[in-house]
Structure formats: structure tokens, C-alpha cells
């Protein structure tokens, strides 16, 4: 009994040491993602892995929450890349979990419209922690049929006319979204910077959003709450992103999405290099190939957002015609002004004060809102 | 060697039954008791609000937030709450599904029943809560059905009492059989006793039938109660602007803000109310009925 035993113990040793070594064979080319869902598809990760021999593994992120919470996992190191929003993106700066990149080895980075080579959400001191990627705006979504006239304003979703009809994003980042709209409506306030909020600033954008409590229907987690919220009349009037936009037409479902007057938030997604990643060339790779572009267009119209790289707009009319101006990748300056991209709100409020609410605050008045 | 182990396994009952038993033992301790231990020490823990890490030193702080701010307050209760009244609604219709299933089936459709409740068990909870959602949403079967029928619409997608009869449905087989199985315990013989005394059959079931099926009805509301209590994805799926649960917030505070200790301070909440409720089903019998 006792010989046989061994026999097995040391053929399972020697099955299990086999892949182990596989592993260390091709470690020098191995890189994890950590990557919105849509964000490493094969049509683009296929090609690159072939180019260069550099292997993708990735791990979808749910929240820009949770994604922080990876980079920081195990003391770090166990991902080389992120796909980070901005509001995750200035927590990995300040936090030390990622690194300054040189852009001049990023061949297209040239390319890239003037706002999105330095946005704030990923330069800090002229630095750059990672190469922007792509971007979109979040829009004040609404059934045409219902809801008459059409909206221009975002005061439609603290209007009692839709009370139960309305639907915003269960998300602390949506307190920016009550503070544009107080920028706008209120200057008494003084807000200069939606994500840059003192006390009174901030107290004012929550009790707005308190107010709206009433009116809600449902603060969605998921884009596919929202596109069945919409779907089934159960919400007419809701803060969105072109993604559910595009799903509902898609679906013939009668509704139109606008970026109202007083302007909108908006995401702008950096791909960000870990402090500690063993894989530094291979990530330079990724980034410069996930700048080019065609691939640049490739992802803009699988996930329905906006190149940075300023000469993916004919690619994208190559391969799905009007979607270049359908995703505004040709916009004009005046378009990108009106978007006020999503940052970590930090105590330090860009005027030499240090007296705003940090994101722990946000994150606190959030869940008390919705109770 | 090993036949001198042999006999001394053979002379010492004791020691077999220990050798025996202390891998599963030692594996019930390491993987649940020490894990539970974790998660109460970290509860008084905190972390650092800038670098997400967590600072190993005691303080009461967690536990002050939960009691001094409302919105915790509310949510623990809106739990129990929702806990308790789905456990009332199963009890109430299980009862009498189990006892028509024990007593009064016939063997080929008791098999038929069993096979009824047990079915839904097999389907993704998840398919099962979509499903609620296509029933109730505003242009759903519940809202047409109504129509049809000339009523006006409910109203019900998206709030508590979706969250109350999705829960109830789910929870269901888990009040069913543990209620049939203390009612096909009860000796027929009692039931022709009460019957002989001069009970009519309301005054049987209040004195004989319901103390003796108590037990299965406990052990029926302690899965019940305690799924209900622990669950966070219907909350997410099926409730309103205002339905957050015990196991929402510390789903967030794992994820949202890393503050692993503060969701460990609430978790202690529901375990200190299941703790609670096992010590009152004991006294009434209930772990004589599992």
C-alpha cells in the first residue's frame, strides 16, 4: 500500500510541477489587466498578443471602487495594468499604486487632441501616471413619448411632473452631477469645480439630492438595470451614458439622450501602470498599441465612447458609417468645455485651500441618501 | 508499525473516535470558527482613510458610527423587519400546503408535490429573481393581468414589498419541509384521541396539531429568517430608491471604500440577531424537528 503511494504522490508532483514551470518559461510576457468589461476584447487583444508575444490575462472591474480595491489587493504587484476612471484614477496616483510613463514612447500620443494629453484626472505636476484612453459623456436619458417637451435642462430629473419616472446611477461620483447642475443654477454657491465642493457647497448638493429622493424610482447599479427600467416604463427620465442610449434604439425602444445646457460630467478612462509591475516593456506595448488608430476606433464602437486619438475618426466611419460624429470623436473644443470629467474628489481644493470633502466623505453621504 | 497502530486502534474505542473525527473537526474549526473569530477582532480595527490600509489598533468606532447614525439604524431594522415578515408569510402558507402534503395526499401525489416545491430549487436564483422583475415592472404580467381585468395598475416594482413577496417565494421550500416533516410525525392515534375526547377540528388543530408542528414551523423560520437576513442581490435587483440591506452596506464598504473593519462591525449585527433567535428556537424545541 505504502509503495504505490508514493508512486502516485511523486507522478502527482511531477504533473503539478510542469505547468509551474510553463509559467515561469513565459512570465516575462505575461500582462494583468485589471479592465472595464469590453475594454480587452479579442478583436484587439488577438493582434497584439500575436505582435508582440506579450499574453493578456484580465479581470473585469465592477465599480471604479472595486478596481482601487484590486490594485491594492496583496499588497499590490499582482496586476500590471488598469483601465482607470477618473475617479478612481488620482486614489491610484496619491496612493503610490501606480508610476509615471514617458508618453514620447508612445508613438500616437502625438495624436491625441490637446485636452486629453494632460487631463488633471491623470497628470499631476506635468507628470503623467498613464495614457489616456477613451472618454464619453453621461447624459440626461428620456422616452420621447412621455416626456414632452423635450428636456434642455437637467432640472428635468428634480421635477415632481416625473416623480417615480426617474433613475440616476447608484454611484457617490453622481453628487458632481447636483453640483454642476447648483454651478449652473445657483452662483451664490460659488462652485467653480463640481468634484472641488467645501461644506456648504457639498451640504447643498446633498440636500438637492435628498429632495430628489421622492422622485426616484431606483438609483441602477448595473447599465442593464437602466436599459430594462427604460424598456419597461417602470423609469421615463434618467442620468445615462450612450451605452444604454445606443441598446435602447437598438431595441426600438422610443428614447433620446442629450447633454443638457448646463453642460455634463463625463468619464475619461486612462489605461495606468502599476508601481510594481515586472512587465514594463510589455505595458508600453499595450499602451501604444491600444492608442493606435484603428484600434482606438475598433473600441469606440464596440462600447460606444469617444477616441482620444484624433485620427481614429475615419476608421470609425470606415467601419460603421456616421460614428464619428455620432460619438462626437470630431468634435470642436466648445464640445469638450461642456464636460466636466470625473476626478477624486481630494481635500484639496486647486485654490490653496485644503478645506473640501475628500471621496470618504462622498462615499458616506451617499450611503446615507439612500438610507 | 502499522499493525501495532491497527492494535492499538482496536484496544482504544476512544482513540479511534478521535483519530476519526478530528480531521472534519479540525477542519469545522480552521475554516469556520477561526473565520468568524476574524471577522469579530477586525470589527474594532479601523482604517486609514488615505492609503485604504487597515490600522490594527482596538477602539469602539465602528460600533459608535452604527449606533449613532440613523441611516445604520434603519437599515438593520428594515432587515429584521423584512426578515420577520417573510417568515410569517411562508409560515402561513406552508402550513397548510405541508399538512394537506402529509395527511391528506395520496402517496402518488405527495410524490408529485415534493417534486413541485423542490423544482424551483433547481433554477438559478438569479433566473428566479429576473423573472419576479418581468412579473411586477409597470407594462409587466401583474400590471396586465389588472388591466384585463378592468382594476387599476400596482404599482409594486422597485419598492420593499417586491423585495417581501420576491423573498417569500424564494424562501418558500424552506419552510415546506421542515413543517411536513414534523406533521407526518404526529401519531394518527392523537388526532382519533382528540377526536374521541369531543374536539372538533378547530380545537384539535389549535391543541394538538400546531404545538406539535411548532418545532417543524421554528426550524422552518430559522432558514427563512436567516437567508432573508443575510441576502444582498435582491435588494440590488428587485428593490426601490430606498432598500438597502445589512448586506448591501457591507458589500460597500468592502468595495466602495475598503473599510473591511466597519463591514465586519455590521456583520456582527445580523449574527448577534440570529444568535438571539436560535437561543428562543431552541427553548420552543426547534432543533429536535432539523
Redesign the interface.
Known amino acids: 500500500m505504502r509503495k504505490p503511494m508514493w508512486a502516485l504522490l511523486s507522478v502527482l508532483a511531477v504533473v503539478l510541477a510542469f505547468p509551474a514551470a510553463g509559467v515561469t518559461k513565459q512570465h516575462g510576457g505575461t500582462l494583468n489587466m485589471i479592465a472595464w468589461e469590453g475594454y480587452t476584447q479579442p478583436q484587439w487583444v488577438k493582434p497584439f498578443t500575436k505582435k508582440t508575444g506579450c499574453v493578456v490575462h484580465q479581470k473585469y472591474g465592477?465599480?471604479s471602487?472595486?478596481m482601487?480595491?484590486l490594485m491594492?489587493s496583496g499588497g499590490g504587484g499582482q496586476y500590471d495594468l488598469v483601465s482607470a476612471s477618473g475617479d478612481a484614477s488620482l486614489r491610484l496616483i496619491?496612493?503610490k499604486d501606480v508610476q509615471a510613463v514617458d508618453p514620447s514612447k508612445i508613438p500616437d500620443f502625438k495624436n491625441f487632441s490637446r485636452v486629453f494629453q494632460s487631463p488633471p484626472n491623470n497628470t499631476v505636476d506635468g507628470k503623467h501616471y498613464g495614457i489616456s484612453l477613451q472618454w464619453g459623456p453621461n447624459t440626461l436619458l428620456y422616452n420621447t413619448k412621455k416626456v414632452k417637451p423635450a428636456p434642455t435642462s437637467w432640472s428635468a430629473l428634480y421635477d415632481a411632473k416625473y416623480k417615480?419616472k426617474v433613475t440616476i446611477p447608484d454611484n457617490?461620483i453622481q453628487i458632481a452631477d447636483a453640483a454642476l447642475y447648483l454651478m449652473k443654477t445657483k452662483p451664490s454657491l460659488g462652485i467653480k469645480d463640481p468634484y472641488e465642493l467645501n461644506k456648504t457647497q457639498f451640504d447643498a448638493a446633498t440636500s438637492l439630492l435628498k429632495k430628489q429622493?421622492p422622485l426616484?424610482?431606483?438609483?441602477w447599479?448595473l447599465a442593464s438595470?437602466e436599459i430594462?427600467?427604460f424598456k419597461?416604463?417602470?423609469a421615463v427620465i434618467g442620468a445615462s451614458w450612450p451605452y444604454q442610449t445606443n441598446t435602447l434604439v437598438a431595441a426600438k425602444a422610443p428614447v433620446k439622450d442629450v447633454v443638457p445646457r448646463e453642460g455634463a460630467t463625463g468619464w475619461l478612462d486612462t489605461w495606468m501602470v502599476s508601481a510594481k509591475t515586472k512587465n514594463l516593456d510589455c505595458a508600453y506595448k499595450w499602451l501604444a498599441w491600444i492608442s493606435t488608430p484603428t484600434v482606438q476606433a475598433q473600441q469606440a464602437i464596440y462600447f460606444g465612447e469617444t477616441p482620444v486619438n484624433s485620427k481614429a475618426c475615419a476608421i470609425m466611419d470606415k467601419l460603421s458609417k456616421g460614428s464619428c460624429a455620432q460619438y462626437h470623436a470630431n468634435a470642436p473644443l466648445r464640445y469638450f468645455k461642456q464636460i466636466h470629467f470625473w476626478k477624486t474628489p481630494i481635500a484639496d481644493c486647486g485654490n490653496g485651500q485644503k478645506n473640501c470633502m475628500?471621496y470618504?466623505k462622498w462615499?458616506q453621504a451617499w450611503?446615507?441618501l439612500?438610507? | 508499525m502499522r499493525r501495532r497502530i491497527g492494535g492499538a486502534l482496536f484496544r482504544r474505542p476512544a482513540l479511534r473516535g478521535f483519530s476519526l473525527l478530528s480531521p472534519p473537526v479540525l477542519a469545522f474549526a480552521v475554516v469556520y470558527i477561526a473565520a468568524l473569530v476574524a471577522l469579530f477582532v477586525s470589527a474594532f480595527w479601523t482604517v486609514d482613510p488615505f492609503t485604504s490600509l487597515t490600522v490594527h489598533s482596538w477602539t469602539l468606532d465602528n460600533f459608535r458610527q452604527l449606533w449613532s447614525e440613523p441611516t445604520y439604524r434603519h437599515v438593520a431594522i428594515r432587515t429584521v423587519s423584512i426578515a420577520a415578515a417573510v417568515t410569517i408569510t411562508d409560515a402561513i402558507i406552508a402550513f397548510p400546503f405541508a399538512y394537506f402534503m402529509a395527511r391528506l395526499a395520496s402517496p402518488h401525489m405527495r410524490a408529485i408535490l415534493f417534486v413541485l416545491v423542490l423544482l424551483p430549487l433547481w433554477a438559478s436564483y438569479l433566473a428566479r429573481v429576473y423573472s419576479w422583475r418581468l412579473i411586477l415592472n409597470s407594462n409587466g404580467l401583474l400590471n396586465w393581468t389588472l388591466d384585463q381585468l378592468g382594476l387599476p395598475a400596482a404599482n409594486i416594482a422597485y419598492t420593499n414589498t417586491a423585495m417581501w413577496i420576491v423573498f417569500s417565494y424564494i424562501w418558500l421550500p424552506f419552510m415546506i419541509l421542515p413543517v411536513y416533516a414534523s406533521l407526518e410525525r404526529i401519531p394518527h392515534s392523537y388526532i382519533e384521541a382528540s377526536r374521541d375526547l369531543g374536539a372538533k377540528g378547530g380545537r384539535t388543530l389549535r391543541s394538538v396539531i400546531l404545538p406539535l408542528a411548532l418545532p417543524g414551523i421554528v426550524a422552518g423560520s430559522i432558514f427563512t429568517f436567516s437567508l432573508t437576513l443575510g441576502d444582498y442581490i435582491t435588494p440590488v435587483l428587485v428593490g426601490g430608491a430606498s432598500s438597502q440591506f445589512i448586506g448591501n452596506v457591507v458589500y460597500d464598504s468592502v468595495n466602495q471604500s475598503s473599510n473591511l473593519p466597519f463591514a465586519a462591525a455590521f456583520a456582527v449585527v445580523p449574527l448577534a440577531v440570529m444568535g438571539v433567535y436560535l437561543l428562543i428556537a431552541r427553548r420552543v424545541g426547534a432543533f429536535e424537528a432539523l
Open positions: 465592477g465599480s471602487d472595486e482601487v480595491t491594492r496619491f496612493g417615480g457617490p429622493k426616484i424610482k431606483k438609483y447599479a438595470d430594462d427600467l419597461n416604463g417602470d475628500d470618504t462615499q450611503t446615507q439612500k438610507g
